[in-house]
């Protein structure tokens, strides 16, 4: 029998290679991600009747999660032997994200922390209280149209400790999607690697104003 055709004969049969799968507590960072509230509204929460975006919500910015990252890409989905959150622990954190997604950032994101669910959601409320949004945006009353670059230094400028590279811009279409901002394992503001470094190359977004 030829050498080629006993290949053709075994490969079928040989196991597929299995992707390592990522180890919770095993990164180098962190992301916080911040939602604009009135663009997730406009292409999202209109069609669900979110009750966050009717008038006179006077939402700016959302949390949308707390990242680990690493220098290169980022883990997801790890396994650990921290139980999920309850029902109660989810809802705890109603005021910085529905408990919907509370769930979903746990298991995505949180898993690879190698905290506990409380300690997770404990985190992300710290991260999130150490960001200060700069104004106008936490009262922006009407649209407007501004460069990446513009929103990026105001976050600098609202947060002296952070760095230009710190902080990051995201963009849908036209519009202002995220603001994401890096963070130490303890939760110190530090440069972002390469590869979560703006992403928006728009010359200018859309902010609309707050509901």
């Given amino acids: 029998m030829s050498a080629l055709r006993f290949l053709a004969l075994i490969l079928p049969l040989w196991p597929a290679a299995v992707p390592a799968q990522d180890a919770a507590g095993d990164f ?6 911040l939602s604009w509230q009135p663009a997730w ?18 939402i700016d910015f959302t949390v949308h999660g707390l990242w680990p990252q690493y220098e290169r890409g ?8 921290e139980r999920d959150p309850s029902r109660r622990e989810t809802q705890a954190v109603s005021d910085l994200m529905p408990a919907g997604l509370a769930l979903h950032q746990w298991r995505k994101h949180g898993r690879c922390s190698g905290l506990s669910a ?3 959601y404990a985190a992300l409320r710290e991260a999130a209280r150490s960001v200060a949004v700069p104004a106008p945006f936490d009262d922006l009353a009407r649209d ?12 600098t400028e609202a947060n002296p400790r952070l760095s230009p590279d710190g902080v990051t811009v ?15 394992r303890d939760l110190a503001p530090r440069d972002c ?3 979560v ?7 200018r977004l859309l902010m609309e104003k707050i509901r």
Wanted: net charge negative; glycine share 6%; with cysteine.
């Fill in 193 to 195: 690697a390469p590869d």
């Fill in 74 to 81: 980022y883990p997801e989905y790890c396994d650990t032997g």
């Fill in 170 to 184: 995201t963009c849908k279409a036209d519009a202002l999607h995220e603001v994401r901002i890096c963070l130490t």
């Fill in 28 to 33: 180098d960072y962190y992301v916080l991600s």
């Fill in 144 to 155: 407007i149209t501004l460069p990446p670059a513009v929103v990026e230094e105001a976050f």
């Fill in 118 to 120: 409380a300690d997770y």
């Fill in 41 to 58: 509204c406009r292409t999202t929460g209109d069609r669900r009747g979110a009750s966050e975006c009717k008038p006179g919500s006077g």
């Fill in 197 to 203: 470094r703006r992403d928006c190359s728009r010359p």
